[in-house]
């Protein structure tokens, strides 16, 4: 779990995570904005279907692959999160076609 | 900063934005370089100075004055007249200099008459048992969050490892208005007795004020576990609890953040991907390019500094970079050696001193060997889902290396590349056999380095390369 320690404003960038909307700043990563909505998890794995959530935040570790905009696969750490943004957590490997 | 107008070719290609990169490009496009700044970032500052220029000033008032170093770094950066690109994904490098990397989604191609790889390190692979559940991250990503979002653990947290970042971000966390249920120190105690004979250099730096004020604020508030030999992180979809054990015996404690590190070890995918040789460095337990102290590889147009040139720190990153960029004026024939010696002899002498100063953190650090081969059902490799005794069984069965280990079991073909249990398999190899991680090698690493699609590739367009690859003579 994290929160914010400023009051900076959001400046209201609000993107949707499995059909939750959530708020963010401007300047996260869809990993960090998932944090502060208290998400932890975001993708089950290939083989054996477990829970995952980011690691490193750094783009390193690959574990937080989440779906964007139809895209899977996408580095939840490495996206810039945009206004209207839909992400979907991904479970278990990349479908084909997305 | 201009406007990412690339150039036909440029004289100085530097990827990564971090303190070396910043400083090689400055320093370089100040003699006349045309020089590329390419970064994967959004903002520049690398990890270290990650956020720099978009931080609110209640956050860096937490983050401290090393933080605020990397405006002057920036500001040099954007005055010199070097082109920076944020948002560039170097995903490979041609063996004659072109760079192919994705810019929003585009791919391109850089050539380059030298390239400097500033590509930094990442956290040191940490296998225990449960390191896979949500709610366990590095402590490198709890400060990313930090710097770029604001954001600061809550709930119950746990620290627990080895080395300086450690602590820095136990202080960080303090003065964000965190707190922090326990600090997990897994340093080996016999490592002070072999760190000593280093301890006067250290004294001598300013790394030894720094460190010793940040111990004591960070124990005056927190609770702090020494000696610990075993960890393990308690869930099932979610951390619950993190599991110690001390000479005391074994305790678990009630956890909704697990937050582990044991030390920073240099990125190796970029300079792979160049043709660097890479080495073993005992003092360091890493592998890292081959380097003179220019940064100069075993190719010829590539050289490496900062981090990725083997672990240093921020201050030692920039007089790298600087070095580096200066060297690279003389190859170009911008300057001779005698220039490019005498602009270059003050950081030298300071690169020597703050390398020296920091060997006692190395050997005072080094991670206790359980942490680094580990045993049983323990996640090798995070992406495969591998578990050591898997690995184990395949090593007492006389597979060769790394590199064949991937074909019995994947470990290391995942998304990620081996990045996350590289070293982790290196070194399981190693204490099986009894030898140095120097003869067992490291993953033969493949390119792309980074995510491309094969749509992306396709669009790349055609180099003289590429024509020669499918041309009959």
């Known amino acids: ?98 | 900063m201009t406007e990412p107008y690339l150039p036909e070719i440029c004289d100085f290609a530097v990827i990564g934005a971090g303190p070396a990169g910043m400083a090689a490009a400055a320093t370089a496009a100040s003699l006349g370089l045309s020089t590329v700044v390419l970064d994967e970032q959004p903002a520049p500052g690398g990890q270290i100075y990650r956020g720099i220029t978009e931080a609110a000033a209640a956050t860096r008032t937490v983050l401290g004055a090393d933080y605020e170093r990397g405006r002057e770094l920036v500001d040099a950066l954007a005055a010199s007249g070097a082109t920076y690109c944020p948002g560039s994904t170097v995903f490979d490098v041609s063996p004659a200099g072109e760079i192919a990397f994705l810019l929003d989604g585009q791919p391109r191609l850089l050539p380059a008459r030298r390239i400097l790889a500033a590509t930094g390190g990442q956290e040191r692979p940490f296998p225990i048992e449960g390191w896979t559940l949500p709610g366990v991250m590095t402590a490198g990503a709890a400060q990313i969050l930090l710097k770029q979002a604001d954001l600061v653990p809550s709930g119950k947290i746990v620290l627990a490892g080895t080395g300086p970042l450690l602590w820095l971000l136990a202080a960080q966390i303090l003065g964000a208005g965190g707190t922090i249920a326990l600090i997990l120190d897994t340093t080996p105690k016999r490592n002070w007795l072999a760190a000593l004979r280093h301890l006067p250099r250290f004294l001598a730096s300013p790394y030894a004020v720094k460190g010793l004020s940040l111990l004591a604020r960070v124990r005056r508030s927190v609770k702090v576990i020494f000696g610990v030999s075993h960890l393990r992180a308690v869930g099932e979809e979610q951390l619950r609890a993190v599991a110690y054990r001390t000479s005391g015996g074994e305790t678990t404690i009630q956890a909704d953040t697990l937050l582990l590190h044991q030390g920073v070890v240099p990125s190796l995918h970029l300079p792979d991907t160049l043709g660097c040789r890479i080495v073993w460095n005992e003092e360091q337990r890493a592998f890292q390019p081959e380097a003179d102290c220019w940064g100069a590889t075993c190719v010829d147009h590539v050289a490496v500094a900062g981090d990725g040139a083997g672990i240093g720190g921020a201050q030692a990153a920039a007089l790298r970079g600087r070095l580096a960029a200066w060297d690279a004026a003389h190859r170009l024939g911008r300057i001779n050696r005698p220039q490019r010696d005498r602009l270059a002899a003050r950081d030298l002498a300071a690169l020597e001193r703050d390398l020296a100063a920091r060997r006692f953190l190395d050997v005072l650090y080094e991670p206790l060997s359980r942490f680094r081969v580990p045993t049983g059902d323990t996640i090798v490799c995070r992406c495969e889902e591998v578990p050591a005794d898997r690995i184990e069984a395949l090593i007492a069965q006389g597979v060769l290396g790394p590199n064949q280990l991937k074909f019995f079991v994947r470990c290391g073909m995942g998304p990620c590349q081996g990045r996350l249990c590289g070293l982790t398999v290196t070194e399981m190899f190693a204490a099986a056999r009894g030898i140095s991680p120097a003869e067992i090698g490291y993953y033969r690493l493949r390119t792309p380095i980074k995510p491309v699609t094969v749509a992306e590739m396709a669009s790349l367009p055609f180099g003289e390369q590429a024509d020669k690859a499918v041309v009959r003579l």
């Open chain 1, 1 to 98: 779990m994290f929160r914010r320690f400023t009051n900076r404003p959001e400046q209201g960038v609000t993107i949707t995570v499995d059909g939750r909307e959530i708020s963010a700043k401007a300047t996260d990563s869809v990993a960090a904005a998932m944090f502060a909505a208290g998400i932890t998890t975001c993708r089950t794995t290939v083989v054996d279907a477990r829970a995952r959530g980011p690691y490193c935040m750094m783009g390193v570790c690959f574990d937080c692959l989440v779906i964007v905009d139809g895209i899977g696969s996408r580095q939840g750490c490495m996206t810039r999160v945009r206004d209207g943004m839909v992400v979907e957590s991904q479970k278990g490997r990349r479908e084909i076609g997305r």
